[in-house]
T-cell receptor
Framework: NAGVTQTPKFRILKIGQSMTLQCAQD?????MYWYRQDPGMGLKLIYY???????DKGEVPNGYNVSRSTTEDFPLRLELAAPSQTSVYFC?????????????????FGPGTRLLVL | RKEVEQDPGPFNVPEGATVAFNCTYS??????FFWYRQDCRKEPKLLMS???SGNEDGRFTAQLNRASQYISLLIRDSKLSDSATYLC??????????FGTGTRLKVLA
């Protein structure tokens, strides 16, 4: 099991460029998440997905888009990169046997993508 | 008031010391509680879940106090390798995990 994998590890973008951050998990988890972590701050949820074909906004979704065509993959798209999107991005996954009851098991995180927008 | 609050530290302790961190949460309907460890420039990794009855894993003990809405982490016999940031995480149901900003621990030789 590779767990949660993310690519690339590091990227420099120019203002206005676009890119896709890749995330994959091989644990058959139904929930997947994208967070950003700024220095000295807690993780902020960007988008999440409860299963293939279902995504929803988190706390800080502006400037990002996601898709979930398969259980395994959850890419994050940045359109028109801005300096405010300079951050470390973590993808995570978890399993819920009873999603309608809101019970969650542990989240597992990928190694992160460091993004610098200049 | 923040949903999850932690003392940012840093806590500087000598090897072998016992150190404790607290974390308060504001949502009384919170259901699941976790302590994660995050090393510099790395991803958060689960240290332990926190159960209502309290739980222990080796040198680490976690407690939950629902009445006062806080969780705690006790580390006994601190090792140099325990130096990290400890994140308190509260789940309020479904997708919503709320992360504290973390408490930095530095164990000194």
């Amino acid at each position: 099991n590779a767990g949660v994998t993310q690519t690339p590890k590091f990227r420099i973008l120019k203002i206005g460029q676009s890119m896709t951050l890749q995330c994959a998990q091989d644990m058959n988890h139904n929930y997947m998440y994208w967070y950003r972590q700024d220095p000295g701050m807690g993780l902020k949820l960007i988008y999440y997905s409860v299963g293939a074909g279902i995504t929803d906004k988190g706390e800080v979704p502006n400037g990002y888009n996601v898709s979930r065509s398969t259980t395994e993959d959850f890419p994050l798209r940045l359109e028109l990169a801005a300096p405010s999107q300079t951050s470390v991005y973590f993808c995570a996954s978890s399993y819920s046997a009873f999603p309608d009851r809101g019970l969650q098991e542990t989240q597992y995180f990928g190694p992160g993508t460091r993004l610098l927008v200049l | 008031r923040k949903e999850v609050e932690q003392d940012p530290g840093p806590f500087n302790v000598p090897e072998g010391a016992t150190v404790a961190f607290n974390c308060t949460y504001s949502n009384s309907a919170s259901q699941s509680f976790f302590w994660y460890r995050q090393d510099c420039r790395k991803e958060p990794k689960l240290l332990m879940s926190v159960y209502s009855s309290g739980n222990e894993d080796g040198r680490f003990t976690a407690q939950l106090n629902r009445a006062s809405q806080y969780i705690s982490l006790l580390i006994r016999d601190s090792k140099l390798s325990d130096s990290a940031t400890y994140l308190c995480v509260v789940n309020s149901g479904t997708y919503k995990y709320i992360f504290g900003t973390g408490t930095r621990l530095k164990v000194l030789a």
